[in-house]
């Protein structure tokens, strides 16, 4: 339901695994996904169920269970052992996730520019839903 780039080369070291930021797609890792092969690396690229390549008509849902549930399947089925996991932005709220829920899969954590899943916490909890899960940054000023 989603795609990823597989690596050419297996090693016996854990695999390198990287996720992609908001609004893109494993094809951000491009210029990356080389070097890192260059280095010895074994390497994936994989697109977050509902963004890149992922075929929405075949897709329930895609919230963060299941964003969570699709990337362990595919871990199961392929990887199959500890990760270094690594993502920026959307990639990294998705990362930290599969982390706690999954922490037999991951070894190493790397996050870049990280975002976190959340319901609202303090004065963000008072906006609106929609701004809320739009990416908004918002500055709150207070008078006393």
Known sequence: MSSCVKPLIQSSQNPVVLLHGFDSSCLEW????????????ETWAIDILGWGFSNLERIKSCDVASKREHFYQLWKSYIKRPMTL??????????????VNNPEAVENLVLIDASVYAEGTGNLAKLPRAAAYAGLSVSFIFST
Do not use: C, H, N, Q
């Not at 491009?30 to 690396?41: K, V």
């Not at 690594?86 to 982390?99: K, M, N, Q, T």
């Open 30 to 41: 491009r210029y990356t996904f080389p070097l890192l092969e260059e280095a010895g690396l």
């Open 86 to 99: 690594i993502g920026p932005s959307l990639g990294a709220a998705v990362a930290v996730d599969f982390a």
